[in-house]
């Protein structure tokens, strides 16, 4: 693991729109259920999970964990994330723990500060006795400090792929900057690029050519990596998102099956937590 004691599965694609919030914040409502001690690091500063996870204004942020002012000592990430962990908002089970994000975190990714793309790894080791799991929703800005900083603390990457251009280009450039952490002397040779999962797929009746188009691109270009699991575009998931509660929550047959599929996917990233289910 990248973290010892800790699982870490970040979900990663360099275009925008393709579902790594609605990935994040599945995965994080299943493990919750499962028992898990479940963290969640918004690291996108547009702060979409922090808003869902019923956070508003936080007091501290990831922006405190990754901040260093120049002429000074910069301080211990590790005591710092203790601070920044929060509990989720009410809906929320009480084993989901929140490191909350605010737009100025996006005025990182062009400081100068030596090693700041280490820091978010010191922070989560400071959090290894608290947490079971931390998921991390990344931005998707290609090549930045703050999509680097999680591929350096992640053990685990997961690709959420629309059935688009976007879905299709947004996997292969994230794939470009995996192989470029973890080959042999890179930063992070233990990542691991677990899976890529079709997300926001139509609802049945509502898939065109060009969708089976984009669909046929992915299996055809990354195989067996692409799983079977389908996240399909249900209402559900906005309503579950606007009213800033777990899918777990939600009723009816079509937020039975986004948990179903969000526990595929955490289960293929972390195949030992297969008894939690």
């Not at 979900?11 to 579902?19: D, H, N, P, Y």
């Not at 690091?41 to 979409?48: G, I, V």
């Not at 931005?139 to 685990?156: D, V």
């Not at 526990?263 to 937590?273: N, R, V």
Request: proline fraction near 7%; include cysteine; glycine fraction near 8%.
């Amino acid at each position: 693991m990248a973290v010892d004691g800790l699982d870490t599965v970040a979900e990663v694609s360099e275009k925008g729109g393709v579902g790594k919030t609605s990935v994040t914040s599945g995965m994080a409502a299943v493990a919750a259920e499962w028992g898990l001690r479940v963290g969640v690091a918004d690291l996108d500063p547009r702060c979409t999970l922090t808003d869902e996870m019923g956070i508003t204004d936080p007091e501290r942020s990831v922006n405190d964990i990754f901040y260093t002012e120049s002429q000074k000592r910069p301080p211990d990430p590790a005591e710092i994330a203790r601070e920044v962990l929060m509990r989720a908002g009410p809906a929320w089970p009480s084993n989901v723990f929140v490191l909350p994000c605010i737009r100025e975190f996006g005025n990182r990714e062009t400081d100068p500060a030596t090693g700041m793309e280490f820091r978010l790894k010191r922070a989560l080791w400071g959090l290894r006795e608290d947490l079971d799991l931390v998921l991390m929703d990344v931005p998707p800005r290609p090549g930045g400090k703050i999509a680097g900083a999680a591929l350096i603390a992640t053990r685990k990457v997961v690709i959420p792929a629309t059935l688009t251009n976007d879905g299709w280009s947004g996997a292969v450039e994230a794939i470009k900057t995996i192989e470029h952490f973890n080959t042999p002397g890179g930063l992070n040779e233990d990542l691991e690029l677990s899976c890529i999962v079709r997300s926001i797929v139509p609802r049945d009746g509502e898939m065109r050519q060009i969708h089976y188009d984009w669909q046929n691109r992915l299996l055809e270009d990354f195989g067996d990596l692409v799983l079977p699991t389908l996240l399909k575009n249900y209402a559900v998931r906005e309503v579950a998102r606007t009213a800033c509660a777990p899918i777990t929550a939600a009723p009816g047959r079509e937020a039975k099956l986004l948990v179903s599929a969000y526990g595929e996917i955490l289960t293929h990233a972390l195949p030992h937590l297969k008894e939690k289910r």
